[in-house]
């Protein structure tokens, strides 16, 4: 079956780095996608994953094992517009995304 | 600008009733999807389609119909069959011909039962 798994809520006070994890069980994998969504708008296009490692970019970074079936997404020098849910999409070829639950992160002062 | 567009922003649906959801992008997109949220979730996909003339399932497809008549144009139908039709609906389109297909979303529909 298809199985994206990620914590339902975080919290972190500003200034702070966060880690938000996603572990995936899927038929197909072509990459990994992270988005941002702060309620009631559309998902944001924050990253997307091929290759094992780090992709940084700015205060956000994002990581990918193929062979665990696991990233994480980095959120450093944390903001209080940072809160939002995030979500973890895997790609498969020839399909639609596949999204996780997404994870709600409240960033407090 | 390009972009994705959805109407209504808000719908009300009485029981019995079909109601259309619109979706129009001018990014010369082929891909365009419908994934469905509720609250604490996350994104389920209704139907999507690659090409005109031509689309699948999601896994939530029952209950719903789509078209597309039209590169631009993805309009989704919630019929009476579905009995929970209450969420915020989100359009999406990709560019299956790039590096990577990023979606694009529209700003979402939601939809309530009066």
């Known amino acids: 079956g298809q199985n994206i798994d990620q914590p339902t809520e975080m919290t972190a006070t500003e200034g702070a780095i966060v880690q938000i994890n996603c572990t995936y069980q899927?038929?197909?994998?072509?990459?990994l996608f992270w988005y941002q969504q702060h309620a009631g708008e559309a998902p944001t296009f924050l990253s997307y994953n091929v290759l094992d490692g780090l992709e940084e970019k700015g205060r956000f970074s994002s990581f990918l094992s193929r062979s665990k079936g696991y990233s994480y997404l980095l959120l450093k020098e944390l903001q209080m517009k940072d809160s939002a849910s995030y979500l973890c999409a895997v790609d498969q070829a020839g399909t639609a995304l596949i999204f996780g639950k997404g994870t709600t992160l409240s960033v407090s002062s | 600008d390009g972009g994705i567009t959805q109407s209504p922003k808000y719908l009300f649906r009485k029981e019995g009733q079909n109601v259309t959801l619109s979706c129009e992008q001018n990014?010369?997109?082929?891909?365009m999807y419908w994934y469905r949220q509720d609250p604490g979730q996350g994104l389920r996909l209704i139907y999507y389609s690659q090409i005109v003339n031509d689309f699948q399932k999601g896994d939530i497809a029952e209950g719903y119909s789509v078209s597309r008549e039209k590169k631009e144009s993805f309009p989704l139908t919630v019929t009476s069959a579905q009995k929970n039709p209450t969420a915020f609906y989100l359009c999406a389109s990709s560019d299956v011909k790039g590096p990577n297909e990023k979606l694009f979303f529209g700003s979402g529909t939601q939809l309530s039962v009066l």
């Open positions: 990014l010369n997109h082929d891909a």
């Open positions: 899927t038929s197909g994998f072509n990459g």
